[in-house]
């Protein structure tokens, strides 16, 4: 596909193949193709490499982290589980929300939790709202060691954001649908895997093996659960298309 923008006439050309058209460049449809190029461009490039949050590196887009501030806000849960750890830094951004929120505590799983990062974490002023959970988080073990860290009623949100295989996210979504509570969420991150296949640092296999694949299969056979993108809370905007590295990744448990 080719995308021609031609500032002075206000236009954006849409090459794909043999079939051509023009869009007016100020529009709802401009914004989305160019918005969907930028993404990628931005993955490439290591854009989301460049954030931190209260000190520690988040490797998200700023959109997604507004975007999961207000689900958060909206669900008020008691525990937000989340499967990534990397830097840290996620922890920490959904640590702040509930001491700001006077409400909540999280629990990070990684496979690998390296010694620098462990350091910093746990030496970080929020990490009393921190439990570290260095496993294989679709491990039965590990399952089960989460499940021991809940308490009867707690309202839980999930976060699938480790290792983007079409099967690990399989199994995570199988392994941790059992605690996302009524009314919350159970998010899958980077389903953007899909789109990246033709970018530098992609690979040809992600076109099938990516995390949005593994949120269809789950929802064959799990019917108590929605895709459905969050309700805004706040918008002046005639936009459709969300900015967001989670396509099809908001799970909403009815």
């Known amino acids: ?53 209260f000190g520690r590196p988040v490797i998200q887009i700023p959109e997604d982290l507004i975007r999961l501030q207000e689900v958060i806000y909206a669900v008020q849960p008691d525990v937000i589980i989340e499967a990534g750890v990397a830097h840290g830094g996620s922890l920490i951004f959904y640590a702040s929300l509930c001491k700001a929120m006077e409400r909540g505590r999280v629990i990070g799983i990684d496979i690998e939790i390296r010694p620098h990062n462990r350091r910093a974490i746990e030496s970080h002023a929020l990490f009393a709202l921190i439990t570290l959970l260095e496993a294989d988080s679709a491990a039965p073990s590990t399952v089960e060691q989460v499940r021991s860290l809940l308490k009867p009623n707690e309202k839980v949100l999930i976060i699938l954001d480790s290792n983007h295989s079409r099967d690990h996210v399989l199994a995570e979504l199988e392994a941790y649908n059992q605690f996302v509570t009524s009314g919350s969420y159970l998010i899958v991150a980077d ?24 949120v269809k299969t789950f929802l064959e056979s799990h019917s108590e659960f929605v895709a459905e993108t969050p309700r ?23």
Not at 2 to 31: C, H, N
């Open 1 to 53: 596909m080719q995308l021609l923008i031609d500032t002075d006439t206000q236009k954006l050309t849409v090459t794909d193949g043999a079939a051509s058209r023009t869009l007016p460049l100020y529009s709802i449809e401009a914004f989305a193709l160019l918005s969907r190029q930028w993404l990628k461009v931005g993955w490439d490039q290591k854009y989301p490499h460049q954030f931190s949050w």
């Open 191 to 214: 389903g953007i895997t899909y789109d990246l296949y033709d970018v530098p640092r992609g690979s040809p296999q992600w076109q099938w093996d990516n995390p949005i694949n593994a």
């Open 232 to 254: 805004k809370p706040f918008t002046e905007s005639a936009l459709t298309t969300d900015i967001s590295y989670f396509p099809s990744g908001w799970l909403r448990r009815k």
